[in-house]
C-alpha cells in the first residue's frame, strides 16, 4: 500500500474521531433512580434523561424499548420535553419516568438501555447506553394466615357482648324498679277497714256491705278459698279443712253472719255498735299480724 493511501486513511478515521467526539459532546443520555432501597409494598421510579445542544429537529429517536429488569415490573410510564437557552446556545431536553414495582425481594436490576438516533440533516446514526441499575427491595411482609375458626371467634364475641348488654339492661331495669313489699292479708284488712269506717257512721247498710266484702277478700287471700258471693255457713263449710289460728274460725263466722243479717236491717243498730265491731277486727287482725 502506498504511503499517500495510508495517509488519506488516517486522515479519514481522524475526521471520523472528531466527529464522535463532537456527538458524544452534545447528546447525552442519563439514568437514575429516585431510591436506592425499597420496601416490597413501595415502588421505585427510573428517570431518562437526552439532552443536547440543538433544537427539537436536529436528532431524530428511535423509540426507547421497554426497560429489561429482574425483580421489578414496570407500573407505568410518562414523557416530557423541554427547551430553554444557555449562552446563546438551544438546549433540548427529553425526559422518560418508568414507575416500577417489586415482584420479589432482594437486588432489583434495571439492565442497560440502548437509545439510537440520527443526526439531522445529514442522517448519521449513533446509539448511546446507560449504565445497569440496581435497587435493594426489602422482602414481602408475611400475612397472618386465616384460619377456618375465625368466624367462629367472632360469634363467640358477638355473644358475649349482646349477653353483657341484656346483663347491664336488666340490673339498671331491676335496680330502678320499685319493688313493693309483701301486704298481708291481715294489713290489707287493717288499711281497708279505715276506708270504710266513715260509712259506719254515716251509711249503716253500705258499711255492713263493704265489711261483708272485705271479710270475704281476706278468707280468699288468707286460705285460697274462692268465696266470693256466698252465705256465711257455706263459707265457713268451705273452711272445714283448713288450718286456722285458735278462734278464726269462729269469729270470721260471727263477723260474716252479723254482716250478712245488719246489711239489709231496716233499722239504725245501737249507737257505736259498727266502732266496737271495727275495733274487735282491728285488734284481732294485728294480733295474727304479729305472730307472723
Do not use: C
Not at 36 to 61: H, N, Q, S
Request: proline letters at 5%.
Amino acid at each position: 500500500m502506498s504511503v499517500k493511501r495510508i495517509d488519506i486513511i488516517l486522515i479519514f478515521l481522524l475526521v471520523l474521531g472528531i466527529a464522535g467526539t463532537a456527538v458524544s459532546d452534545e447528546l447525552s443520555l442519563s439514568a437514575s433512580l429516585d431510591k436506592t432501597a425499597i420496601g416490597f409494598e413501595e415502588k421505585v421510579t427510573l428517570v431518562l434523561e437526552i439532552r443536547w445542544t440543538g433544537t427539537i429537529a436536529d436528532y431524530r429517536f428511535g423509540m426507547l424499548p421497554i426497560p429489561e429488569t429482574e425483580r421489578l415490573a414496570v407500573q407505568g410510564s410518562s414523557s416530557a420535553i423541554s427547551s430553554d437557552e444557555r449562552e446563546g446556545q438551544d438546549i433540548t431536553t427529553r425526559t422518560f419516568r418508568y414507575e416500577f414495582k417489586p415482584t420479589k425481594g432482594g437486588t432489583g436490576r434495571i439492565y442497560p438501555i440502548t437509545l439510537e438516533y440520527i443526526t439531522m440533516p445529514d442522517s448519521v446514526p449513533g446509539q448511546l447506553m446507560t449504565q445497569e441499575l440496581t435497587v435493594l427491595i426489602a422482602p414481602p411482609m408475611k400475612k397472618v394466615e386465616e384460619t377456618g375458626l375465625a368466624w367462629y371467634y367472632y360469634v363467640i364475641i358477638a355473644v358475649i357482648v349482646i349477653g353483657v348488654v341484656i346483663a347491664v339492661i336488666v340490673f339498671v331495669i331491676k335496680r330502678g324498679a320499685s319493688v313493693e313489699p309483701e301486704v298481708k292479708p291481715e294489713q290489707a284488712v287493717l288499711v281497708k277497714l279505715a276506708g270504710i269506717r266513715e260509712d259506719g257512721q254515716a251509711d249503716r247498710k253500705a258499711f255492713y256491705t263493704r265489711l261483708y266484702r272485705l271479710l270475704l277478700d281476706y278468707i280468699t287471700q288468707k286460705y285460697g278459698v274462692a268465696v266470693s258471693g256466698m252465705m256465711p255457713q257455706d263459707v265457713m263449710a268451705a273452711l272445714d279443712e283448713k288450718e286456722m289460728p285458735p278462734g278464726e274460725k269462729d269469729k270470721l263466722s260471727g263477723w260474716l253472719t252479723l254482716a250478712d243479717r245488719e246489711k239489709f236491717a231496716p233499722g239504725g243498730g245501737e249507737p257505736g255498735d259498727t266502732i266496737r265491731l271495727i275495733t274487735e277486727i282491728e285488734n284481732h287482725m294485728q294480733t295474727l299480724d304479729r305472730r307472723g
